[in-house]
């Protein structure tokens, strides 16, 4: 019994109290720190659909010329 105790309740004793701790030490962010980080999601998906559509854009001609050369 000692073994299953070591084992598996511990760790998951440890977890569940850790996992407590975490949530009481968080808060929720005022308005200006959520304006922040929905601007700065925002910019990155801006950006990388930017980045995919350039991509696509230069494989477009690069597979014509491989697949349609033939």
Not at 31 to 54: C, L, N, P, Q, S
């Amino acid at each position: 019994m000692s073994d299953v105790n070591a084992l598996i309740i511990d760790p998951l004793k440890k977890f569940v109290k850790d996992s407590i701790y975490l949530v009481k030490k968080c808060t929720k962010p005022d308005r200006k720190e959520f304006a922040k980080i929905a601007k700065a999601t925002g910019i990155g998906f801006v950006m990388m659909g930017f980045i995919g559509f350039f991509v696509k854009l230069v494989h477009i001609p690069i597979n014509n010329i491989i697949v349609g050369g033939m």
